[in-house]
């Protein structure tokens, strides 16, 4: 079934239909809020929505509908410009069958305000400047080969944290300038010799297509794990994990998924950073 987008200004809380009230009912209107990550979900051309995720979302539907005899509704919403804070909020303030599909990694402190699915996949973080840039031979040697450049980084993301440890440890003197997307800090990555970023390896395989961008190893780490995040009051959480844990994340169609958005060699890279 193809999945049209709609895209909306954040005003108002998405309300989505509770796993009680679909219980009683046996329907449920899901809204999955995404900001747009290529290969895990973004609105193509023709308007319809895409990705790793999406597909994974419509294996749990499948799932509600023949281990739970709900059907299922949906409703993509995608925030303005792929604005990740936005995403988070719009998330944040949803209840009942509101999902956030982005590369979100499951850390502490968003414990507080979101549940979170099991993880999907392991997070690869990769450290990456223009191809102009020669090779960085080691983290310990960042403020010197480095010096003058730019960290650039989406505010309140792992990517920004993974800076300010970069900073801390090696580089003081370091300014991280904050800008709204994944997307931004490539396009300065791309124009701009004395930038650098921190992203995921997925942004890496798809940004080579189009970018001049250089990974440098010796900045690899994998260390996170990515989820889907839900309302803090949602009652799917127990669903949605029952689901991951029956066996779909990492068996056959999982990894089929996989190969099909994110392109046959990511689950080799990922696990072999790892």
Known sequence: MLMLATSISVVGQLRGDSYASAQRTKSAKFYYVYDGVPGFVDKGEDGVVRGFLVDIMKQFETYVREKKGISVRTEFIQVPNKDFTIFMSQVKEGTGGVFGLSNVSIREDRLADYSFSPA?????????????????????????????????????????????????????????????????????????????????????????????????????????????????????????????????????????????????GALRLIEGVN
Do not use: C
């Not at 920004?160 to 440890?169: A, M, P, T, V």
């Not at 800008?179 to 650098?196: C, G, H, I, M």
């Open 120 to 264: 999907y996949m392991n997070n690869v973080s990769v450290l990456i400047t223009n191809s102009k840039t020669p090779t960085l031979p080691g983290l310990a040697e960042i403020s010197t080969r480095f010096a003058g450049k730019k960290a650039y980084s989406v505010s309140s993301s792992s990517y920004y944290d993974r800076l300010s440890g970069i900073k801390e440890q090696y580089f003081p003197s370091l300014e991280i300038v904050s800008l709204p997307s994944v997307d931004e800090v490539l396009k300065e990555v791309s124009r701009n010799n004395d930038a650098f970023a921190v992203i995921d390896l997925h942004y890496y395989i798809q940004s080579l297509k189009t970018n001049p961008i250089k990974r440098h190893s010796v900045g690899d780490r994998g260390q996170d794990k990515f989820g889907v995040i839900m309302p803090k009051v949602s009652d799917w959480e127990p669903i949605i994990k029952e689901f991951f844990n029956s066996g779909f994340i990492g068996g056959p169609e999982y990894r089929k998924l996989i190969g099909e958005h994110l392109g046959k």
